[in-house]
């Protein structure tokens, strides 16, 4: 998905505020070499704005629209999309204003458009930096170790487990050590692009399975996602960890276990995850489960920005892990 | 012996317990008297199985592995024991150190078989050892007639220092404790204040101040408790908690 560099995401919220701070920024280190005195930065600044921000207004909702159409192109194509429609939109507006309105200090489309091309860049290569700090190989392999923790206590504790059955229920032994099998699978896999939710789901079934051997009973969970849209793409492995947290925390110290509680459903264009387990503060020792909220924070952030977030709380004796996410599908 | 040495087997999961009882059953001259799902129950079946050697699993609810081992130096006589584990990096860091026997697992055959031939009580020093892998206890354990008795943490209304020993209230009754109070303050230090220099009382259990005049005119706070009628009597230095209040 990601082995050339990319366009960054019009549609996401994160971007478009980065756009505007980069440009104010610079709108304000302008007006302040172009003052002769301290005095006259604010005035500077005022008539700057004037004009940079109806360019700014335009070019964001164009760039908003067109995306889906820039995301088309290869990326160089992209590139030079974007710097054309920048310098036409701020020649546009620039001779608007000084047709219509009386601006002395404008100046000609010329400039301004050549002004534009030259920031439009800037904040292009500010994103491509951005991405190549985030996503290629050194985010990549930060990404693979952090995914690669599962715990040691599911994986000793499961193959002792199924030791036990080979000798009284050797089916039964038979289908832990297949769902097990599929779970490392897909646990030692490259996790780079988006999955199904619905996928997702299978692996958390599977791994249930594996814990319910141990727990038996103790262990319940229930499921609310009949509103669930089956092909909503989430980041894989974002569940699984969540619902390995619930056993580890919150059926184990517990001596008659408990109920999990998965629910998820769509809202307007988002998608709403939550997971809560039983929790005695007395049982606190939470080191291990911050490690793999961080990690699912983290990887959140990295595919969708400020567009998604994950939160927890502690109340009425159970905790809760809730995460809202873009609704995309493919 | 008739029936070899005995054991009783601590373990939340039942698989863990089927897989151990499994592999005892090829280990010769030896006999399950117990199977106990938490520390607790362990302590109870123990002291009335009498087991030679405890296998316990660390991580049970209720009371873990070892808190129960603590408790268990108490039992007449004292059992061997063996900690089992399927991965807890402190623990078994400290057990190396300090030469306590564990198995990991999966368990096997024969390394279980050698940690039943070599096992040994724990020593004092290897039961100090231990203290710092261990959350606070979740309760004290008396010796009675010959009994150990588990008084739970939250039932203590206070602790007082006697000559000798440390007297545990409950709302029901008291107990004899030997253990010394400053330590019990240190350890459960958010649960109890010390009111009076021999004495600490569970927050929990304040139902009140109120100020009395002894015999000799001069007057006295002390703290009313909720479910026993005695009250406690508040030394001049404490008395800033009176006001905190």
């Known amino acids: 998905m990601r082995k050339n560099s990319r366009l960054p995401n019009l549609h996401n919220l994160g971007i478009h505020l980065r756009i505007l701070l980069i440009v104010n920024v610079l709108a304000v280190l ?22 940079v921000q109806p360019i700014i207004l335009m070019s964001m909702l164009s760039l908003y629209v067109l995306h889906p159409l820039l995301n088309k192109l290869k990326y160089w194509q992209g590139i030079f999309a974007i710097l054309l429609l920048e310098m036409a939109i701020s020649a546009l507006v620039v001779s608007f204003l000084s047709n219509y309105f009386s601006f002395d200090n404008v100046s000609s489309p010329y400039r301004a458009s050549a002004l534009a091309g030259a920031v439009t860049a800037i904040v292009l290569y500010y994103f491509y930096l951005q991405e190549r700090a985030y996503s290629p190989a050194i985010a990549e392999a930060r990404l693979q170790a952090l995914q690669a923790r599962i715990r040691p206590h599911f994986l000793f504790n499961s193959i002792n487990a199924v030791l036990s059955l080979i000798r009284s229920q050797p089916k039964r032994a038979e289908s832990a050590l297949e769902d097990m099998a599929d779970l490392f699978r897909v646990l030692m896999a490259e996790n780079r692009d988006l999955v199904p939710i619905s996928q997702e789901i299978g692996l958390c079934r599977q791994y249930l399975n594996i814990e319910s051997l141990r727990l038996e009973n103790r262990l319940k969970i229930t499921w609310q996602i009949d509103d669930m849209p089956p092909d909503a793409l989430i980041p894989p492995l974002i569940l699984q960890p969540l619902l390995e947290n619930a056993v580890y925390h919150g059926i184990e110290p517990m001596p008659e ?55 927890t709380e502690a109340k009425n004796n159970r905790y809760k892990v809730s995460i809202r996410l873009p609704y995309e599908t493919d | 012996m008739a029936e070899g040495l005995k054991i009783l087997i601590a373990d939340d999961e039942t698989p863990a317990r089927n897989r151990l009882r499994d592999l005892l059953s090829d280990v010769g001259n030896i006999s399950i008297v117990a199977e106990a799902k938490n520390g607790k129950e362990a302590l109870d079946l123990a002291a009335e199985t009498k087991p030679d050697l405890l296998l316990l699993d660390i991580r049970m609810p209720l009371m873990d592995g070892l808190e129960a081992a603590t408790h268990a130096q108490k039992l007449e006589p004292k059992p061997h024991i063996i900690f089992t584990t399927a991965y807890d990096t402190y623990a078994i860091k400290a057990f190396d150190l300090n030469a306590v026997d564990y198995l990991l697992k999966p368990i096997r055959l ?35 007639r010959g009994r150990v008795i588990l008084v739970p943490i939250g039932d203590i209304v206070y602790l007082r220092a006697e000559l000798k020993y440390v ?72 008395q800033h908690l009176v006001k905190q209040a």
Not at chain 1, 30 to 51: C, G, T
Not at chain 2, 114 to 131: E, S
Not at chain 2, 174 to 182: A, V
């Open chain 2, 167 to 238: 007297t545990v209230r409950t709302v029901e009754r008291e107990y004899l404790l030997e253990e010394s109070l400053t330590h019990l303050e240190t350890e459960f230090a958010e649960r109890f204040l010390r009111l009076h220099r021999n004495c600490l009382v569970a927050s929990a259990f304040i139902a009140g101040y109120e100020k009395r005049a002894d015999e000799t005119g001069d007057s006295q706070w002390h703290a009313l408790l909720k479910g026993v009628p005695e009250t406690i009597a508040i030394s001049r230095r404490q």
């Open chain 1, 257 to 311: 276990g408990g109920e999990i509680v998965v629910e998820i459903m769509p809202k307007n264009k988002e998608l709403l995850i939550s997971i809560s387990n039983p929790y005695a503060p007395e049982n606190d020792h939470h080191n291990g489960n911050k490690m793999a909220l961080k990690n699912i924070h983290e990887r959140l952030k990295l595919h969708f920005d400020l567009e998604a977030n994950l939160k």
């Open chain 2, 110 to 144: 024969e390394r279980l078989q050698a940690a039943i031939d070599k096992a040994h009580a724990l020593k004092p020093a290897q039961i100090l050892a231990l203290r710092p892998l261990q959350k606070t206890r979740g309760h004290l354990s008396i010796h009675e």
């Open chain 1, 30 to 51: 302008a007006a302040m070499l172009l003052s002769k005195q301290l005095n006259d930065i604010l005035p500077l600044l005022a008539e700057l704005s004037a004009v």
